[in-house]
């Protein structure tokens, strides 16, 4: 054999411990190392993650030579990742922001990271992994859970393939995982009988004969002897090649044997090591608003912020650093005791700030680039106020022109109002009376909610403007908005030109109806949902499911509890033609208590919108109950339904993980599942989708989809859950993961036909109109009304898009997209301007070709599942 030790330590950058004091620790290790450095031919790795080194010069930027010699020289090792995140819960392009934001820390240093996607100790991959190492030249996968045990090859090294077809060399850590060579013996007898029981098991599972002995654990700096622990467990192993090592010398000798050698294969998502070590699947409905909230922030980053910035560059200002500072506050959240939510209330709320952070940025990035977009100067417009124009602008974040119906905020100025020095005795402008709002140029338009606010027209070279306004949440149907483009719209001047559209709403006390769905609701609550084309109905739509959980932050313990979820009865909220809504109101009781205990309240709204094919139900909700889990089933009319789940660069098919008793007694996998933004349920005749805007876990049951809406549990870990005996991680109270208090969740539902390719590509168009919808905005200030903006086009069945954005090195424009499809496909981008070049590229930007376009389109083919990433300018 050739075995390779490598020295190391696992660092969660938070978890029982807030990350500033974890950061105490970190300073003390890393000086230690600078200090007394490994010898040549050895390394210490800093866990594969660079966000370490970060942290260690915030407090020690003195040390920065120092520390940057080490890299360069591979005596101390860090990345590829920023952050060892959660790899299942964030989207695919997420990772890979993850990837590029550690590359940059490391050449910061002049560095490169090891050619190795290490990740020691995520709960679970998924299947596109392979693709994502591949994309940024990674030849070889080291994990731990997720994988091994009886329903996986034997052997610690396997070709693991992605559902595209790339694949990579996997090499699996024993059972003890990074741990299992912390504290080596510094005496020849003891390391003698401590090899003698590693190659025990290390032997019968070598498929190369190159071995990897990870020397640490978790927030560990180097043992003691180190040096003597090692020379004795070389003398020991000496016959069987053991020898101090590093990562990148592990890497290079077992890829060099693997590319030689007929190894099994295996594909597809990685959740099952049941029986080989804990899997801890059950963290997706943990501290389950964070997770929404995560969701929302990656939403706004990658749909909003980095397109719109990157097509504003054609207005000769980047805003890539700032797009790069917003991922990098994401980033701080995704490492998988945070965002999986298995860490003390202190992590949780630090957390939750920087994920608020990240939507401000994200929000503020957005704007910014929309009014370099229409060609808007604040500074200007400020000082001009006499020529302002109000106007409407509507965005369309989605590769494709689309009508519908939009949601628009329409302000009308209703009094100046004074702020700062001499305010009080200025005398303000007399409130106007709120009008009816004309905007010619929009079809037909509903107003929704009607609220009075202060408004600030802000300007880079003067104090904001304050006025009372009020504003109009409007629904509004409008016409071919461009994709990836803005049209905008003059306020006021008559009424114009009305659309009527298709499939207006029609709603009464119980009904809806929009000529593609029709709703009805009885008299206790129960709703029913039709297919107005197919004749199709599911006679009960929702119901909710409210549980005991006497789990952990890791695990969940749900049992059965007689519960009744009381309807409070419906009203009318808003009556059509564009969008209609009922809500519901319902109690959910404890049965079995004397008094009916109140457990949660929630409030139902049903939207329909006019021509969507699809119902949303928003809900409002209140926890009152610890220790308890509450769920809101939906019901489809799919039988015998095979589940495709949305997943990192496109859905995946799961099937129930089924454990032997014996595995089951250690660990019990959960019926859950990672749920990302919908899951689909076919059979050969008809299918049946939710859409969900950020809740994580789910369940598919019967015909059904569970979604998991609160969980509550108030300890990090307990040894005592027959799911999982034994500590996960440290016990510590955490009432704040009890979740009391208000919650909410937003979903949509849509009857489809069996998966076939326009099915695939019609509910991937429908994430779209659920999760980033057409919305339009005032500006108040605008001294003309711009031409529609023209943006990015993708065309082909079943390509989704993934990404525009500015490249690394700002040279070029970024298109990604994903073909979910099982068979090639030909596509096309469109861009607005005239391109000069065009080259396919691999996930990281390194060119692969040149490609051919004409005018502003390039096309290309995506072989079956492929994610295709194209440079242009």
């Keep these: 054999m050739d075995v390779h030790v490598v020295t190391h330590t696992h660092w969660d950058r938070e978890w029982y411990h807030p990350a500033e004091r974890f950061r105490q620790r970190l300073v003390a290790l890393i000086d230690e190392l600078i200090d007394e450095p490994p010898k040549a031919g050895e390394s210490f790795l800093l866990d594969g993650q660079a966000i370490v080194l970060d942290d260690y010069l915030d407090v020690r930027p003195d040390r920065f030579d120092g520390l940057a010699r080490l890299l360069r020289d591979g005596q101390l090792e860090a990345g590829p990742w920023y952050v060892l995140a959660d790899e299942l819960i964030p989207s695919g392009e997420a990772l890979v922001r993850n990837l590029f934001a550690g590359r940059r820390a490391l050449r910061r240093f002049g560095a490169e990271p090891p050619p190795v996607l290490y990740c020691p100790d995520s709960f679970g991959h998924p299947a596109a992994l392979p693709s994502i190492a591949s994309g940024f030249g990674l030849a070889l996968v080291i994990l731990w859970r997720g994988y091994g045990g009886k329903r996986w090859p034997a052997g610690d090294t396997v070709r693991w393939s992605s559902p595209a077809g790339d694949s990579v060399l996997l090499f699996h850590l024993p059972r003890d995982g990074y741990e299992f060579g912390s504290h080596l013996p510094s005496d020849d007898e003891g390391a003698e009988a401590r090899w003698t029981r590693m190659r025990a098991e290390l032997a019968p599972r070598s498929a190369t004969g190159v071995v990897l002995v990870p020397n640490g654990a978790d927030h560990h700096a180097r043992q003691l002897d180190l040096r003597d622990a090692l020379a004795a467990i070389e003398r020991a192993g000496a016959a069987d090649g053991v020898h101090r090592s590093s990562l990148r010398a592990f890497a290079a000798a077992v890829v060099a044997r693997g590319s030689a050698q007929s190894l099994r294969a295996v594909r597809g998502e990685l959740r099952d090591s049941y029986g080989y070590a804990w899997t801890l699947q059950g963290t997706f409905g943990t501290r389950a608003h964070e997770k929404r909230l995560n969701a929302h922030a990656e939403r706004a980053l990658l749909r909003e912020a980095e397109p719109w910035s990157a097509l504003a560059t054609r207005a000769g200002n980047s805003r890539r650093p700032l797009v790069e500072a917003g991922w990098h506050t994401l980033l701080t959240a995704h490492p998988h005791d945070t965002l999986c939510g298995c860490s003390i209330d202190a992590v949780a709320d630090a957390m939750e700030l920087r994920l608020r952070s990240a939507l401000t940025q994200a929000h503020g990035i957005r704007d910014d680039s929309i009014l370099d977009l229409i060609g808007h100067d604040a500074g200007s417009a400020r000082v001009d106020r006499g020529a302002w124009q109000p106007i409407v602008i509507v965005r369309n974040a989605a590769a494709r022109a689309r009508s519908g119906v939009a949601i628009v905020e329409l302000e009308e100025f209703l009094a100046d109002v004074p702020v700062g020095p001499g305010s009080a005795a200025a005398p303000a402008d007399a409130p106007a009376s709120p009008s009816a709002i004309a905007v010619p140029s929009l079809g037909a338009v509903q107003r929704l909610v009607r609220e009075t606010v202060h408004s600030l027209t802000e300007s880079p070279r003067h104090y904001p403007d304050n006025d009372l306004v009020s504003i109009t949440h409007a629904a509004v149907w409008i016409d071919n908005v461009p994709a990836y483009g803005l049209s905008t719209h003059a306020i006021g001047g008559g009424s114009g030109h009305r659309t009527r559209p298709p499939a207006p709403v029609r709603v009464d006390a119980r009904t809806m109806s929009n000529g593609l769905l029709t709703m009805e609701i009885d008299d206790g609550g129960i709703v029913a949902l039709a297919h107005d084309a197919s004749g199709r109905r599911i006679a009960s739509l929702f119901e909710f499911v409210d549980e005991t959980d006497l789990g952990d932050l890791y695990t969940p313990s749900p ?290 070709s040149d490609l051919a376009y004409r005018g502003s389109s390039v096309d290309f083919t995506a072989e079956a599942r492929a994610i295709v990433t194209i440079l242009v300018r």
């Design 559 to 848: 049992r059965p509890r007689a519960m009744d979820a009381e309807y409070r009865g419906a009203r009318r909220v808003h009556r059509g033609p564009l969008r209609g809504e009922i809500a519901l109101g319902f109690r959910i009781v404890d049965a079995e208590s004397a008094r009916r205990r109140t457990n949660a309240e929630l409030t139902v709204r049903l939207v329909l919108d006019a021509g969507a094919a699809f119902l949303r139900v928003e809900v409002a909700g209140e926890n009152r109950r610890e220790n308890h889990r509450l769920r809101m089933g939906f019901a489809s009319d799919v039988d015998s339904a095979a589940v495709w789940a949305d997943a990192a660069f496109g859905p995946v098919q799961r099937k129930p993980i089924v454990a032997s008793d014996d595995e089951a007694a250690v660990e019990r996998p959960p019926a859950t599942a990672p749920l990302h933004r919908y899951v689909s349920l076919f059979d050969r005749r008809a299918g049946f989708t939710l859409f969900s805007d950020g809740l994580a876990e789910y369940e598919a049951r019967d015909g059904s989809v569970l979604v998991t809406l609160v969980r509550s549990v108030g300890q990090l870990s307990r040894p005592d859950i027959p799911e999982r005996p034994g500590n996960a991680g440290w016990p510590r109270p955490t009432p704040g993961a009890q979740c009391l208090g208000p919650f909410a969740a937003s979903f949509a539902v849509m009857p489809h036909g069996p998966r076939v390719p326009q099915t695939v590509d019609a509910i991937e168009r429908a994430s779209d109109d659920v999760l980033c919808p057409l919305v339009g905005n005032t500006l108040r200030s605008a001294l003309r009304v711009p031409e529609p903006v023209p943006g990015v086009e993708l065309s082909g069945t079943g390509l989704a898009f993934s990404a525009i954005k500015e490249s690394q090195d700002g040279e070029w424009l970024v298109l990604r997209c994903v073909n979910l499809l099982e068979a090639r496909v030909s596509g096309r981008w469109s861009v607005p301007f005239a391109l000069r070049a065009a080259r396919l590229a691999r996930l990281d930007e390194t060119a692969i």
